[in-house]
């Protein structure tokens, strides 16, 4: 629940951006997160979830202060 709390404290604009800039190892690039789940990592939040693209298991850590 605080891990989705400090999600939404992030501006919309930004966030989206966070969401189309994911490396996928399987892609070699940039990609959009889907079907995402937000969990508490220490140096903020980390966003897990599947590649737009392939299908590949993503995930990045968003780090907050």
Do not use: Q
């Not at 940039?30 to 599947?50: D, M, N, P, Q, R």
């Amino acid at each position: 629940m605080e891990a989705n709390k400090k999600w939404l404290s992030i501006p919309k604009d930004i966030r989206e951006k966070l969401i189309t800039n994911v490396f996928c190892s399987n892609c070699r690039g940039s990609a959009t997160i889907t079907g995402f789940t937000i969990e508490y990592h220490e140096a903020g939040i980390v966003l897990k979830g599947e590649c737009k693209a392939c299908g590949n298991n993503v995930s990045r850590v968003v780090e907050l202060d």
